[in-house]
Nanobody
Framework: QVQLIESGGGLVQAGGSLRLSCAASVRSFRYAYMAWFRRAPGKSHNFVARITGSGATTLYADSVKGRFTISRDDAKNTVYLNASSLNLQDTGVYYC????????????WGRGTQVTVSS
């Protein structure tokens, strides 16, 4: 059974940083595309960042480019999101998602971790 468990969210002041983690029990994790999405209050899920299998390439939403970094540790079956220079628009529930190897269909989702940025 696939499980994705996010952690690391919390309350942070604008300009601050957080490191989100996602522990995954995904078959052949090292080949799986992993991504972070977020849902701001009253809005739908928005893509934040993704990393290909073995970390070969990354992709970021324009709104976080240069401020967020996605990475993975295949030995720990964990993907990270380092978020810095946080602003109020970064507030939301952050979700980890996984696509089975050889696909880009994010069918596995965690329950999310809340990030609240205060002024």
């Amino acid at each position: 059974q696939v499980q994705l468990i996010e952690s690391g969210g919390g309350l942070v002041q604008a300009g601050g940083s957080l490191r989100l983690s996602c522990a995954a029990s995904v078959r052949s994790f090292r080949y799986a595309y992993m991504a972070w999405f977020r849902r701001a209050p009253g809005k739908s899920h928005n893509f934040v960042a993704r990393i290909t299998g073995s970390g070969a390439t990354t992709l970021y939403a324009d709104s976080v480019k240069g401020r967020f970094t996605i990475s993975r540790d295949d030995a720990k079956n964990t993907v990270y999101l380092n978020a810095s220079s946080l602003n109020l628009q970064d507030t939301g529930v952050y979700y980890c998602a996984a696509a089975p190897p050889s696909t880009v269909d994010y069918i596995y989702w965690g329950r999310g971790t809340q990030v609240t940025v205060s002024s």
